[in-house]
């Protein structure tokens, strides 16, 4: 996310089924607004919640302006202390032992510590084996998020279409 004033918001990018044209709605709403406003504008994309992808990842990016622009870490405008934590790779891809562990050398050769995984059935869990088995060292986190209903909803638009 971008400001006029040349601040960029770093923030993830949420995968969005059937081809929404939903960076085109964010821009549309958001062009114009306080990036301080952060009340205000949760406000304003409160319809997108009940019409299509919950636009949780534009909050983040405002903290990200907000800091950036107050010469701050955000942990530090909302009244926290720094604590070290250890950062984690993470990918919703579904791939298979010997992809993954790949990519595992991968992250961890950029400086990564840890690891989640995302399975979405009981066969994953000899893939989730043979990646402990490569890293016995490696923390290594499981989520298993994959069986949420948005699933049915793409399979259920793919039979429509």
């Keep these: 996310m971008e400001t006029d004033a040349g601040i960029t918001g770093i923030t993830a990018s949420p995968s969005i089924p059937g081809g929404i044209t939903y960076g085109d709605t964010l821009r549309l709403l958001l062009l114009g607004e306080d990036p301080h406003d952060v009340a205000h504008i949760r406000r304003k994309l409160a ?27 955000i942990h530090e405008l909302l009244g926290a202390t720094s604590h070290e934590i250890t950062t984690y790779a993470s990918t919703g891809e579904i791939q298979p032992a010997d992809e993954r562990i790949a990519y595992i050398e991968d992250r961890l050769d950029e400086g990564f510590e840890a690891v989640k995984l995302r399975i979405t059935s009981r066969e994953d869990i000899d893939i989730v084996r043979q990646v402990r088995e490569a890293f016995p060292d490696l923390m290594l986190m499981v989520d298993a998020n994959k069986g949420w209903a948005v699933r049915a909803i793409e399979e259920e638009e793919q039979l429509l279409c």
């Design 47 to 73: 319809s997108l919640d009940l019409l299509s992808a919950r636009p949780w990842h534009i909050e983040v990016g405002l903290w990200d302006i907000i800091g950036k622009d107050a010469g701050k870490p």
